[in-house]
C-alpha cells in the first residue's frame, strides 16, 4: 500500500527556494545545505535539490491536497499564478510558483 508521495523538485538556488516556501507559503524548514532542502507543512514533506535548470523552461512541479482551499486562497493570493477556479474532473484548485518556477498546485476535492 502507498501511503505517502514526497515531491521532490528542482531548485535553482536551494536556500532562496526553501526561504521562500517557509516565508511566504508557511511551511516549517527541517533540513538545509547548499546541496539539498526540506520543507514540511502539516505532516506533508517538499523536497529540493539544486539544479542548473533555466526557470523560463522548468516544467516542473507537485500537486498538494489541502482542506479549506479558500483559505490558503487568500494566504497565498500575492503569489497566485492562476487563478482559483472549479474544474470539470471534481476539484477547486488554484496555482502559485515557486523562485524556480515549479507550479505549485493547491487542490481540494469538491463536494
Known amino acids: 500500500m ?3 508521495a514526497v515531491p ?4 535553482r538556488d536551494v ?7 517557509r516565508d511566504e507559503l508557511g511551511f516549517n524548514e527541517v533540513f538545509r545545505a547548499d ?3 526540506i520543507v514540511e507543512r502539516d505532516g506533508t514533506a517538499v523536497h529540493f535539490f539544486p539544479s542548473e535548470i ?15 482551499i479558500d483559505v490558503y486562497y487568500e ?14 474532473w471534481g476539484t477547486r484548485e488554484f496555482a502559485v510558483l ?7 498546485w ?6
Open 2 to 4: 502507498v501511503i505517502r
Open 8 to 11: 521532490v523538485l528542482p531548485a
Open 15 to 21: 536556500e532562496t527556494t526553501v526561504d521562500f516556501w
Open 35 to 37: 546541496e539539498y532542502g
Open 54 to 68: 533555466d526557470p523560463m523552461e522548468n516544467d516542473g512541479g507537485c500537486r498538494l491536497g489541502v482542506d479549506d
Open 75 to 88: 494566504e497565498y493570493r500575492e503569489h497566485v499564478y492562476s487563478e482559483l477556479e472549479d474544474k470539470p
Open 98 to 104: 515557486d523562485p524556480t518556477r515549479n507550479l505549485i
Open 106 to 111: 493547491l487542490v481540494e476535492r469538491s463536494a
